[in-house]
């Protein structure tokens, strides 16, 4: 299921990227302390990093004429930072516009007593659904395929999980 657990991370990691970071951060972290905290590595409020982020996120949150944009090592950083909340990206699930999300997937789907063969699948989510898809990922990949099987109308025991790839 090694597999199964590497195409559910990559799924998730791509909510967050450099380009939507600083929002997703200021989203998430209600507290200018916690914000820099995270950003820092450290909640020690004497400590210099801790003192530069806190200064640096106050000059990207005014509205003054001061206001500065964070730059490229900032972002990268605030990546690395929310991919390692849970809370972020079930944030930026519950947070999204209303709609529908195509998930495609293969694999080895065995009709009868035959030999597997591989097939391609889509089938359409609701946000609501694909949240509680992605949120089954972290804690299961084994129920996460489960779940997209019985979301597409199959039963799981039809496919082979190990050769399963999802886009």
Do not use: C, W
């Amino acid at each position: 299921m090694d597999l199964m657990n590497t195409e559910f991370q990559s799924l998730l990691e791509s909510l967050i990227s450099t380009k939507n970071s600083f929002q997703l951060a200021k989203d998430f972290f209600i507290l200018k302390s916690d914000f820099a905290a995270a950003l820092a590595g450290t909640s020690n409020r004497k400590d210099p990093k801790y003192k530069a982020a806190l200064r640096n996120i106050e000059r990207y949150t005014t509205t003054g004429a001061e206001k500065r944009n964070p730059g490229s090592k900032t972002l990268n950083r605030l990546v690395e930072v929310l991919k390692g909340e849970r809370g972020a990206i079930e944030k930026v699930l519950r947070d999204r516009k209303a709609g529908t999300v195509e998930v495609r997937f293969s694999g080895d789907f065995n009709v009868s007593n035959e030999s597997g063969r591989k097939r391609r699948f889509k089938v359409k989510l609701s946000e609501e659904k694909l949240a509680h898809l992605l949120s089954t990922a972290y804690a299961s990949p084994e129920l996460a395929a489960e779940v997209l099987f019985r979301y597409y109308g199959v039963l799981p025991s039809s496919f082979n999980t190990e050769a399963l790839e999802i886009k």
